[in-house]
């Protein structure tokens, strides 16, 4: 049976790559989007035009009052386009950026970090389990920044570091339905990440560049397929893993 994943945040960036990945490996991808609804069926454009299904549904990652909703679109979407009750892969990919030092930090931002990041991965997967197939796969998105540091980014990188936490002790629970759990943690990649910082200013594209190994910082091209091949049969004893995917950042 064809496989089904759910991608949040595929409508840009990393989870859109990883979405486009995951169809050419051949499953088909339900996209999330918060406010991009444009870009994300555009995405299940691209994964149709590969062969695959797909559809678009809006999630706000950092409410978890509406998680119950969004349980019931998907519940809605499974049985219109797949006649099933269930799905198999889960990538925790949504998220924003931001940076900010410690002394200057909001609440509100520290807030919006927590509930998008952490409390929303955690309720999210909560709320998605009794749908998910025994023997499927979750993916959760960290960052290189929860084993290396750079200063402005320590709320951020903290609720990653929880993510991390959150994975071991997902797969260690969820192990007896054969479900495999894995962080991936990129480097510093060009997307519209905190504003296209890493993409747009030279001057930081640059620093990150400088800390990486093979020289440049990432594309989303570095990332996905990187993703999607976790999702893979070939990939299906690896779990419990955090595993940075950032050219050699900071070695
Ligand atoms: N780029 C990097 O350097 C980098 C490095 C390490 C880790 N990461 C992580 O990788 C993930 C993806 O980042 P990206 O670089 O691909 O960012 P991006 O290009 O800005 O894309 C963000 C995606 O997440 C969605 N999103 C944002 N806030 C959301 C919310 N509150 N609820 C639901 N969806 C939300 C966006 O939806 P809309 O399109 O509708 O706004 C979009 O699809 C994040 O978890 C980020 O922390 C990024």
């Known amino acids: 049976m064809t496989k089904i994943a759910i991608v949040t945040g595929s409508s840009r960036g990393l989870g859109r790559n990883t979405a486009l990945n995951i169809a050419r490996q051949g499953s ?14 555009a995405v299940v454009a691209e994964v149709e035009a ?15 009052t509406t998680f119950p909703a969004f349980v019931e679109r998907l519940r809605q979407a499974l049985r219109d386009t797949w006649q099933r009750d269930s799905f198999d892969h889960l990538v925790n ?3 924003h950026g931001d940076m900010a030092s410690i002394a200057e930090t909001s609440e509100a931002q ?11 991965v955690f309720f999210l997967t909560q709320a998605l389990l009794p749908l998910m197939a025994d023997g499927g796969r979750i993916v959760n998105i960290s960052s290189g920044l929860t084993r290396i540091s750079y200063p ?6 903290a609720v990653k570091g929880a993510v991390e936490v959150l994975s071991v ?15 991936v943690a990129p480097g510093a990649i060009e997307t519209d990440f905190l504003g296209g910082a890493v993409r747009d200013l030279p001057d930081l594209n640059k620093v ?41 950042q900071t070695i």
């Not at 520290?110 to 929303?120: I, S, W, Y």
């Not at 402005?152 to 990188?157: C, D, K, L, P, V």
């Open 152 to 157: 402005g980014f320590a709320a951020y990188s």
């Open 50 to 64: 590969l062969g695959r299904k797909a559809v678009a549904l809006q999630l706000d990652a950092g409410n978890v």
């Open 93 to 95: 990919n949504a998220g």
């Open 208 to 248: 990150f560049a400088d800390m990486t190994t093979l020289g440049r910082v990432g594309v989303p091209g570095d990332i996905g397929p990187m993703i999607a091949s976790l999702l893979g049969e070939e990939n299906r004893w690896i779990n419990a893993q955090r595993i940075e995917v950032s050219g050699g």
């Open 110 to 120: 520290f807030d919006a970090l927590v509930n998008v990041h952490f409390k929303g």
């Open 28 to 41: 088909d991808v339900v996209v999330t989007y918060h406010s991009q609804a444009d870009a994300a069926l």
């Open 169 to 183: 002790y997902l797969a260690k629970e969820l192990g007896s339905r054969g479900i495999a759990v894995n962080t």
